[in-house]
């Protein structure tokens, strides 16, 4: 029986980085090519809202844009400013919450890939939050908002579990979901993550909640936000020659914004 922490991945941010970070390329290659297609501006500098570690900041630091990001999470934050600060960049992340901020300057486009958006559990902070989004774009400017859909004419996919390893570092995660209250638009999900060291074996469980969306209700919220329009949806295949239709089925989506 491996020794068991109650806690949040969100505060262990060399874990998170590894249990979310081995999509980075498929999801850095879509970034750019997205913003090549859709943008109505050159796209020079970058926001991401509830940036985490900054896994995706950093590699678009080092492709030549200006980055800056937000979390709620202070380690999640250092974790990401220090490794800017490696990187030979400037500690461009800073402690908000992602429904009550604002920039000194608009950007150019703006991007936040997986689900961190569902974390808002209500429709006050999730409105509150695309407007934010909106405020602090340039006309033109573009808004990537990748999350999973609740289909309603297919069972929703209930469990996930995958292996990630950097160094002697490993970590097996899985996760379910225990209860989805679509009335009260609620998700609860259990997290386990199994760490491995070479010297230590743990395990961190965690509790996270996300707000559900069918695909009429996300547009239904997205619609409520006049200065962003949709201009296409991909899946989390994030092959921008390939944009998806979303229907009743579809379980993923990012919804590329554009700022009018
Ligand atoms: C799934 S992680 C995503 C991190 C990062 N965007 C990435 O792609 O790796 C979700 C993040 O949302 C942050 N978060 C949750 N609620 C937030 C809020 N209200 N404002 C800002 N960040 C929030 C968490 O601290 C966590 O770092």
Request: with cysteine; proline share 4%; aromatic share 12%.
């Amino acid at each position: 029986m491996l020794e068991t922490i109650q806690g949040h991945l969100y505060d262990f941010p060399r874990y998170y980085d590894l249990v979310f970070g081995s999509d980075w390329k498929a999801e850095l290659d879509f970034l750019l090519a997205a913003f090549a297609k859709h943008a109505g501006r050159p796209v020079k500098s970058l926001f991401e809202p509830a940036c985490g570690t900054g896994r995706l900041m950093f590699r678009l630091a080092k492709a030549g844009y200006r980055v800056a990001g937000l979390d709620l999470n202070e380690r999640a934050v250092k974790y990401c400013n220090d490794r800017l600060l490696r990187h030979g960049f400037r500690p461009t992340a800073f402690v908000a919450d992602m429904s009550d901020f604002t920039l000194p300057r608009p950007v150019d486009a703006a991007f936040n890939m997986i689900n961190s958006f569902r974390h808002l559990l209500d429709q006050k902070s999730s409105q509150a939050h695309l407007r934010c989004v909106a405020d602090c774009l340039k006309p033109g400017g573009l808004y990537l908002l990748g999350l999973h859909l609740t289909p309603t004419t297919t069972q929703p996919l209930d469990e996930e579990s995958w292996s990630a390893q950097r160094g002697n570092l490993c970590v097996n995660t899985r996760l379910w979901s225990t209860e989805r209250n679509l009335k009260q638009r609620v998700e609860h999900c259990r997290m386990t993550f199994d760490v491995f060291t070479p010297t230590r074996g743990f395990r961190i469980e965690d509790t996270v909640r996300f707000r559900t969306y069918t695909r009429r209700q996300a547009l239904e919220l997205i619609r409520r936000v006049e200065s962003l329009e949709i201009v296409a949806t991909y899946d989390f295949a994030y092959d921008v020659d390939a944009p998806i239709q979303v229907d009743d089925a579809t379980e993923d989506v990012v919804f590329v914004l554009r700022k009018t």
